[in-house]
């Protein structure tokens, strides 16, 4: 079975700082691999997602991710944070691409002025 | 891109009361649907799978007479909470799969459940 373990349940940056997201995933199968944000009452937005291929995926909003299999892996990261990306954000694996996601507890992004 | 719409966003409804929230899926054809459940600061919950027209596969916990589904098309599934009571007050977010898109999971914008 699948899990996904986030570090950190809340992250605070300061506006133009790094933006790193910390997410491992365990799998007994090559998994998929998803990052999506959530803004308060809203549904979730996928940011980016990792299927086969190159292992550094590009997403919309600037972030990106690394999947790094030796490490199990698959963290977020944006060069310069903005305060519209203060929300919470969820990283989820699939191990077929059509079984339900399995989510991560969440990291609450913080945005500081 | 895919869309669900999923309705309505909020409701407010009297215990033992029963509640229907529907999700479409608007531009593509969802084979399966997912229904999560989000307790307020906490990560989504999987309630129950289910593929157009057979029977809803619920999670361990998860009572199937107290949370129906119904996914009659391949664009509409419904969740109903039956007899409802504070208890059940909640974030339910329903997710569809593209059967034609690998790893295409879209998700609806979620309906806040207020029992009182």
């Known amino acids: 079975a699948q899990s996904v373990t986030q570090l950190g349940s809340h992250v605070s940056v300061s506006e133009g700082a790094l933006v790193l997201l910390r997410c491992n995933y365990s799998s007994s199968v090559p998994p998929y691999l998803f990052w999506y944000v959530q803004y308060p009452n809203q549904g979730l937005q996928l940011l980016l997602k990792y299927t086969t291929g190159a292992t550094l995926v590009k997403g919309i909003n600037g972030f990106e991710a690394e999947f790094k299999k030796s490490e199990t892996s698959f963290h977020l990261t944006k060069p310069s944070a903005h305060m519209s990306d203060a929300a919470e954000y969820f990283c989820?694996?699939?191990?077929?691409?059509?079984?339900?996601?399995?989510f991560g507890k969440g990291t609450r992004l913080s945005v500081i002025a | 891109g895919a869309v669900v719409s999923q309705h309505p966003s909020r409701v407010i409804c009297k215990s033992g009361t029963s509640v229907k929230i529907e999700c479409r899926s608007l531009d593509f054809q969802a084979t399966t649907m997912f229904w999560y459940r989000q307790f307020p600061k906490q990560s989504l919950m999987l309630m129950a799978t289910?593929?157009?027209?057979?029977?809803?596969?619920?999670e361990q916990g998860v009572e199937k007479d107290k949370f129906l589904i119904n996914h009659a098309s391949l664009t509409l599934s419904t969740l109903t909470v039956t007899s409802a009571h504070p208890e059940d007050s909640s974030f339910y977010i329903c997710?569809?799969?593209?059967?034609?898109?690998?790893?295409?999971?879209?998700f609806g914008s979620g309906t806040r459940l207020t029992v009182v």
């Open positions: 997710s569809a799969q593209n059967g034609t898109d690998p790893a295409g999971y879209t």
């Open positions: 989820a694996v699939s191990d077929s691409g059509n079984t339900p996601l399995v």
């Open positions: 289910s593929n157009e027209g057979s029977k809803a596969t619920y």
